[in-house]
């Protein structure tokens, strides 16, 4: 599956609740939004197992853990124009800090696209 594989570090910080709002204006300051997706709506549906296995990963904090998901960004004018919708199949893992995500392109026609 590796049409496309990206390799990086990933952090995440924790914020207080009162300062939500100043900090969300700020990343809408200096955060540029992609023009190729401006109605900047994904949507995700993530995969596991019967047990949950992938879910436990997350859950228990494990170093090791992965994630499976089909993604696909909203395209109002790919849809308009009979255009297939971009959706991607993503194998994410996660070693500590460091995450790997394989990603292939599988996209959606426009005829089974069912918007919100």
Known sequence: MNQN???H???????????KEEILG???????????????TVS????DTP???????K???DFLKSKVRLRWYADE???QNGMDIPCYLEIKRKYGSICIKERLELPLPPEVYVPR
């Open 44 to 47: 995700s549906i993530y995969y």
């Open 9 to 19: 570090l990933e952090q995440k910080y924790l914020f207080v609740e009162p300062r």
């Open 51 to 57: 047990s949950l296995a992938l879910y436990d990963e």
């Open 59 to 61: 859950r228990n904090g």
């Open 26 to 40: 700020w990343v809408e300051h200096v955060c540029i939004p992609d023009l190729a997706y401006p109605t900047r």
């Open 5 to 7: 594989s990206l390799q």
């Open 77 to 79: 004018k790919a849809q």
